[in-house]
Nanobody
Framework: QVQLVESGGGSVQAGGSLRLSCAASGRTFSSYVMGWFRQAPGKEREFVAAISWSGASTHYVDSVKGRFTISRDNAKNTVYLQMNSLKPEDTAIYYC?????????????????????WGQGTQVTVSS
């Protein structure tokens, strides 16, 4: 069982930055692919970024490439999402997720159904 708790959301103006954190419980965190997703009102949950269990590989949705950076600290059981140059269209609830069914998985899944543990979400609001 893995529990995920996000923090770091808030309200910023366009062009600003935020750093989201996701703290995970469980000794097997370091074997999981981790992902960040977001969901805006009236829209489906959208893949944002994923990172391999070792941290060596990352993948981003095109709309955030060059602005967002996903990273992880396995010693602290924490995954991060550094968000720079924020835009109003980045406004959403951000969720972190863990793929707990495939330890040491090759590849970085992008579909929500590939992840089986989810945090409660943290709100990010970007004003113009």
């Amino acid at each position: 069982q893995v529990q995920l708790v996000e923090s770091g959301g808030g309200s910023v103006q366009a062009g600003g930055s935020l750093r989201l954190s996701c703290a995970a419980s469980g000794r097997t965190f370091s074997s999981y692919v981790m992902g960040w997703f977001r969901q805006a009102p009236g829209k489906e949950r959208e893949f944002v970024a994923a990172i391999s269990w070792s941290g060596a590989s990352t993948h981003y949705v095109d709309s955030v490439k060059g602005r967002f950076t996903i990273s992880r600290d396995n010693a602290k059981n924490t995954v991060y999402l550094q968000m720079n140059s924020l835009k109003p269209e980045d406004t959403a609830i951000y969720y972190c997720a863990a793929d707990g069914r495939s330890p040491f998985r090759l590849g970085l899944p992008r579909a929500p159904g590939e992840y089986d543990y989810w945090g409660q979400g943290t709100q990010v609001t970007v004003s113009s």
